[in-house]
């Protein structure tokens, strides 16, 4: 693992992390969960989303969130690993998508980038139908439906308005461009910005950031990838949220208080947990 950033300074109102990995960060037992979670205390992110990939991850951001209050989970299967995707592994996502703390099912939905280069990466043709599937679940399950969407915006949405969304969908590490973003938001979708809305190259990003309300609005890491602007390329984990939020509110022309409390709010508001979940944190 590379090395972490210098700690940002705490942010006055505290975040949520929409969206991380704590175990590809590193976080394989209850003691490194406690001790990445600290870290992001101590700088104004109280609580954080974990998100499943494959089925064993899965298994693991379940019992994450048992082990300390600030821990949420998301469930499903990432769509370059759904080639292989059983019946087996579908009655055990729903049943795992019904644990306490599941707050979602995600991250779901298609990713036509790595199919260029990865001979093992999942087909088109699997991805949708898997996709598909997930939708379906977070409508049975009344969970917020989390997506993953890269190099494939119009099937994304495409297979989105064939299938009927469900009341809440999340467009993690949203990726488009401000058409995109206009087209989410008449949907009612609510966008999630990690650092990649922090690179100076990422121009139609970032004037997309600008275009999306308040209330529609989360961020996140999705650690340990995407680390922000100034310190890309370093390990990247919930803690360093904070650099995020500050260049995003200073771009939309926000106090990053106000854009703090109002994602916050979103947060709470979208994956249905409240400030007595997390111990007051909020």
């Not at 980038?113 to 898997?130: G, I, K, L, M, N």
């Not at 529609?216 to 680390?227: C, K, M």
């Amino acid at each position: 693992m590379t090395e972490l950033p210098p700690p940002p300074a705490p942010l006055a109102v505290t975040v949520v992390d929409a969206h991380t990995h704590l175990d590809a960060c590193g976080a394989t037992d209850p003691a490194g969960v406690r001790a990445v979670l600290d870290r992001a205390a101590a700088v104004g992110v109280a609580a954080a989303v974990t998100v499943a990939d494959d089925m064993a991850s899965a298994r693991w951001v379940v019992q994450a969130a048992s082990w300390d209050d600030r821990v949420f989970a998301a469930v499903a299967l990432h769509p370059t690993r759904t080639a292989m995707m059983t019946d087996d592994d579908r009655a055990e996502l729903e049943r795992l998508v019904t644990a306490p703390r599941v707050v979602a099912v995600g991250e779901t939905g298609l990713d036509y980038y790595w199919t260029r280069f990865d001979p093992s990466c999942s087909p088109h043709q699997a991805q949708q139908e898997a996709y598909r599937w997930h939708i379906d679940l977070a409508k049975r399950m009344g969970k917020p439906l989390m997506i993953h969407d890269r190099d494939a915006h119009a099937d994304v949405l495409a297979v989105l308005e064939q299938e009927g969304p469900p009341p809440t969908v999340v467009f993690h590490c949203f990726s488009g461009d401000a058409a995109m973003a206009r087209a989410c938001v008449e949907a009612g979708y609510v966008l999630s910005f990690s650092g990649t809305v922090t690179f100076r190259n990422a121009r139609a990003l970032r004037e997309a950031a600008v275009l999306v309300p308040d209330g529609q609005l989360l961020v996140e890491t999705d650690a340990p990838f995407l680390t922000p602007h100034p310190h890309r390329g370093k390990a990247n984990e919930p803690a360093n949220l904070p650099y995020t939020v500050r260049d995003l509110a200073a771009l939309r022309g926000q106090d990053e208080a106000e854009l703090a409390a109002s994602s916050s709010a979103t947060a709470q508001r979208v994956f249905g947990f409240s400030a007595t979940d997390t111990v007051g944190r909020f």
